[in-house]
């Protein structure tokens, strides 16, 4: 979980109060549900991030895996 949170934390730089507004979420948003990037607004994030949890969570322990075999080196 920890893993998720950093991947947030990171991919919603500046955008951070509103990750809806993130142009890396957005992108990513657009390419898993087809929604275009332009269109997408809180509601549209936060009904994706509860309808996926199960997905969410399957990435953030992915993400801890990927962490665990990279090693120290993502510590920079």
């Known amino acids: 979980m920890v893993d ?3 991947f947030l934390w990171r991919s919603t730089q500046g955008y ?3 990750p809806w507004r993130s142009p ?3 992108w990513r948003l657009e390419t898993y ?3 275009r990037a332009e ?3 809180a509601k ?3 009904m994706l991030m509860w309808g996926e949890r199960g997905q969410v ?3 953030s322990r992915w993400l801890g ?3 665990g075999y990279a090693g120290n080196e993502e510590e920079r």
């Open 24 to 26: 890396y979420l957005r």
């Open 44 to 46: 549209d994030f936060w």
């Open 57 to 59: 969570l399957r990435f």
């Open 39 to 41: 269109t997408v607004q």
């Open 33 to 35: 549900s087809g929604k």
């Open 65 to 67: 895996e990927m962490r």
């Open 16 to 18: 951070r109060l509103q």
């Open 4 to 6: 998720g949170i950093r």
